[in-house]
């Protein structure tokens, strides 16, 4: 009896494996393909090059305020050293502040991520949705950014289709 039923369901769940459906995308070339993620993009990586020059630049002030009080602490007067201490402690706590604001978990530039990039994401989802519902898709791969797709026969490839239906012709 259970040879039976275990035979019953190996052959039930082999035969519902095999009668998936199953392809897989290539996110990087689709948004590579759509012009206002490019934009998007660009904007972006602008906003974070004009964000890390300012909090090097802070750094830099810093440092030089660093370095400049070790070589005269020496010859300074206590309340000298503890003032310049507390403004150096100031100016380190507003840097790391400054860096927190710009680039932390909920900083400016993962708002602004958010806002540009996003919206263009979820319509190459939603796309893809269509797509692998048209084509009765159970599951749909993504083979970017380090996923565990090892090898896919390039058949199963849907990116241009995905393509298509945002109404845009491949490169």
Same mark, same amino acid.
């Not at 009896?1 to 019953?8: E, I, P, V």
């Not at 039930?12 to 998936?20: C, D, E, I, L």
């Not at 932390?104 to 319509?123: A, C, T």
């Given at each position: 009896?259970?040879?039976l039923?275990f035979t019953? +369901?190996?052959?039930f769940g082999?035969a519902?494996?095999? *009668?998936?459906?199953y392809?897989?995308?290539?996110s990087?070339?689709i948004?590579?393909?759509? !012009?206002e993620y490019?934009? *998007?993009?660009?904007?972006?990586?602008? &906003?974070?090059d #004009?964000?890390?020059?300012?909090?090097?630049? #802070?750094?830099?002030? &810093?440092?030089?305020k660093k370095?400049?009080?070790a #070589?005269?602490? +020496?010859? &300074? !007067?206590t309340?000298e050293?503890?003032?310049?201490?507390?403004e150096?402690e100031?100016?380190?706590?507003?840097?790391?502040?400054m860096q927190? +604001?710009?680039?932390?978990?909920?900083? /400016?530039y993962?708002?602004?991520?958010?806002?540009?990039?996003? !919206?263009?994401?979820d319509?190459?989802y939603?796309?893809?949705?269509?797509?692998? *519902?048209?084509r009765n898709?159970?599951?749909v791969?993504?083979k970017?950014n380090?996923?565990?797709?090892?090898?896919? /026969?390039?058949k &199963? /490839?849907i990116s241009?289709?995905?393509?298509?239906?945002?109404g845009?012709?491949g490169k």
């Amino acid at each position: 009896m259970k040879k039976l039923l275990f035979t019953l +369901v190996f052959i039930f769940g082999t035969a519902f494996v095999f *009668s998936q459906k199953y392809a897989y995308i290539d996110s990087d070339f689709i948004l590579g393909s759509v !012009p206002e993620y490019k934009e *998007s993009k660009d904007k972006l990586d602008k &906003l974070a090059d #004009r964000w890390t020059k300012e909090i090097e630049e #802070r750094y830099e002030i &810093l440092k030089m305020k660093k370095d400049n009080f070790a #070589r005269e602490e +020496v010859l &300074l !007067p206590t309340e000298e050293k503890t003032k310049r201490k507390e403004e150096i402690e100031k100016l380190e706590t507003e840097a790391m502040q400054m860096q927190k +604001v710009r680039f932390g978990v909920n900083g /400016d530039y993962f708002q602004k991520r958010q806002e540009l990039i996003k !919206p263009i994401q979820d319509k190459v989802y939603e796309a893809m949705q269509k797509v692998a *519902s048209k084509r009765n898709y159970s599951f749909v791969f993504d083979k970017a950014n380090q996923s565990n797709l090892i090898y896919a /026969d390039s058949k &199963l /490839d849907i990116s241009e289709e995905v393509l298509k239906e945002m109404g845009i012709t491949g490169k």
